[in-house]
């Protein structure tokens, strides 16, 4: 009986451990969020652009110069002059002008370069991510600034962090007061 009773405790023993280990070796597999879920978890609420509080219409359209575009900037101004960066709460939402509505398509943090500099020795970096350098005066009235891009909700073949996607036109753009959503 003492050796069936050992055997029992010691199968339940092996079986404790083995559980254990697949356990503690399944959570170890789970890595970090990515960037774009990053973005996708806390702007998924925008993806109504009615639900966009805190953020107003920055300017109309923004096409690229060779191609693509950006889209429509939905920018929170007290995010951008606040000198600082946070995955969570991006500056700007981007906005692509679509079957007659207002489509999220990626996000855009900004920093102005003077607060930034102010309190930084480097760049700003973000998830391992480096900011790209928009010296004044630029095409979008803004005095220097760093920005990066999250295409975090539609696919940019240039890449997750390109400025420019080719996959978004302006051309349905007609004007702030012709779009659902632009007078927010």
């Known amino acids: 009986m003492k050796k069936k009773l050992l055997a029992l405790i010691g199968l339940i023993a092996v079986s404790l451990a083995v559980v254990t280990s697949v356990a ?17 978890q806390a702007t998924a609420q925008f993806r109504d652009v ?23 900037h939905y920018a929170n101004g007290d995010l951008v002059g606040d ?14 002008p679509k079957d007659g ?9 900004v920093v102005l370069a003077d ?20 010296g004044a005066p630029n095409r979008y009235g803004l ?4 920005e990066l891009h999250v295409w975090a909700w539609k696919n940019n073949p240039d890449g997750l962090f390109a400025d420019w996607n080719p996959n978004v036109s302006c051309a349905e753009f007609v004007g702030n007061a012709a779009m659902p959503g632009m007078s927010h």
């Not at 503690?24 to 996708?40: G, H, I, L, Q």
């Open 24 to 40: 503690m070796a399944s959570s170890a597999n789970k890595s970090a969020p990515t960037f774009a879920e990053t973005v996708r």
């Open 50 to 72: 009615t639900k966009a509080k805190g953020y107003a219409l920055l300017h109309g359209c923004v096409a690229g110069p060779q191609g693509g575009a950006m889209g429509i």
């Open 101 to 109: 509505k207002l489509q999220l398509a990626a996000v855009e943090y």
């Open 83 to 96: 000198g600082v960066l946070d995955a969570t709460k991006p500056e700007a939402l981007l906005y692509e």
């Open 143 to 146: 005095p220097a600034f760093y």
């Open 115 to 134: 607060a930034w500099n102010a309190k930084n020795q480097a760049p700003p970096v973000l998830m391992g991510q480096l900011f790209n350098y928009v």
